[in-house]
C-alpha cells in the first residue's frame, strides 16, 4: 500500500476450532492474526450468524477503503441448528462489529458474558437450560480494528458495576483474551 498506492482485497476464509483433530486438521490461531494489527492494517473477525458473514463479504468488495480481511470460521457453525439467520437480516442492514444480547431486559442483568465465535451458542445453550436471566452475552464479530468507544458503547444500556467476563473456548495464551485485556485493560475480568 506504501510503495504503490493501492489497497488489498485480500480475503482470507480460515477454519478455526479444535473439531475434527486428526492428519487433516486445519486451524487457524486468532492470536498471531491479532499480534499482526497495526495502524488498521488488517480486519480480523469471527462472524457468528450467516447474515454477519454475508454482509462482511459483502463489505469488503463495496467499499472503498479496503485491507486485508481475515474471517475465522468455525466448522461446526455450518451445521449448527441454531446458526441461521432469517432473510430479512441479508436484505437488510450492515456488517456489526459487536452483536449484543438478544434479551429485551437489560436492567435485569448482573452480568455480561463477551465471546466471539462457537462458543456463543454453548453459552445460550447454556443460558436457556439454566434459566439464568440475569446473564447477558455479547459477541465480538471484529477483533480489530475495534475501538474502545464501541466497546463502551455496546455496554451503555447494562447498570454500572455490572461484572463483565470474557469467555473462550481457548487456552489462556491463545484466542483473544490478551488481545482484548492490552487493549482494554482491567475492564474485563
Given at each position: 500500500e506504501d510503495k504503490w498506492g493501492r489497497l488489498s482485497h485480500l480475503t482470507l476464509l480460515l477454519p478455526h476450532g479444535f473439531e475434527g483433530q486428526g492428519p487433516e486438521h486445519c486451524s487457524a490461531r486468532l492470536e498471531r492474526f491479532l499480534l499482526l494489527t497495526a495502524e488498521d492494517n488488517l480486519q480480523v473477525t469471527q462472524p457468528t450468524t450467516p447474515a454477519q458473514y454475508f454482509?462482511?463479504?459483502r463489505?469488503?468488495?463495496k467499499r472503498r477503503w479496503s485491507k486485508p480481511l481475515v474471517v475465522l470460521t468455525p466448522k461446526s457453525l455450518l451445521r449448527h441448528a441454531a446458526c441461521v439467520s432469517p432473510l430479512s437480516d441479508f436484505t437488510s442492514g450492515t456488517f456489526k462489529k459487536i452483536l449484543p444480547d438478544e434479551r429485551?431486559?437489560?436492567s435485569r442483568t448482573d452480568r455480561v458474558l463477551m465471546c466471539s465465535g462457537k462458543i456463543y451458542y454453548e453459552?445460550?445453550?447454556k443460558r436457556e437450560a439454566l434459566k439464568a436471566q440475569n446473564v447477558a452475552i455479547m459477541r465480538v464479530e471484529q477483533f480489530y480494528p475495534l475501538s474502545a468507544s464501541t466497546l463502551v458503547g455496546s455496554l451503555d444500556s447494562y447498570a454500572?458495576?455490572?461484572d463483565l467476563v470474557w469467555i473462550q473456548d481457548e487456552p489462556t495464551n491463545m484466542g483473544g483474551w490478551q488481545f482484548m485485556k492490552m487493549r482494554f485493560g482491567d475492564a474485563l475480568m
Open positions: 454482509h462482511l463479504l463489505q469488503q468488495v429485551k431486559e437489560p453459552l445460550a445453550e454500572a458495576g455490572t
